[in-house]
């Protein structure tokens, strides 16, 4: 008989790989794509820490993501030997066309679900919540 922790790193980890099957882009970029929508532009040294990876790392998909125009590079205002990535107005679009696409397969199959069963799996999201931000 499996354990919580193990079904719960089991179930996780499928419904994290069907997210990504939605993706439009791969995951690291997606995620930095929403750091700047969230937060306004970053360095490439914040991202790197936010995202927990060398500069070097995340230099690449700055790159990648400016290549295809979905990112520009700004020049900070408080070191000007810094730069800012920022979002365009292209990466903006396509940045909300990926959620909706991932939010729309999500909102589809959720509406399969009882209102008892869609109110404890509220539950379960804040209980998930939780268990992210613990130390």
Do not use: C, K, N
């Not at 396509?94 to 008892?116: K, M, N, P, S, V």
């Amino acid at each position: 008989m499996e354990t919580l922790p193990t079904e719960l790193r089991v179930v996780l980890g499928r419904l994290l790989r069907r997210l990504r099957s939605e993706h439009r882009f791969p995951l690291t970029q997606a995620s930095v794509l929403g750091w700047i929508d969230r937060d306004g532009p970053r360095s490439i040294g914040e991202l790197a820490t936010l995202e927990a990876v060398r500069p070097q790392s995340m230099s690449q998909t700055v790159y990648e993501l400016e290549s295809d125009g979905l990112i520009e590079r700004r020049p900070d205002a408080r070191d000007g030997r810094r730069s800012q990535i920022a979002l365009t107005p292209r990466g903006r679009r396509a940045l909300y066309a990926d959620r909706a696409a991932r939010e729309g397969w999500l909102a589809t199959e959720i509406a399969q679900f009882t209102a008892e069963e869609q109110a404890t799996l509220r539950e379960a999201v804040r209980l998930l919540t939780r268990l992210a931000d613990a130390d």
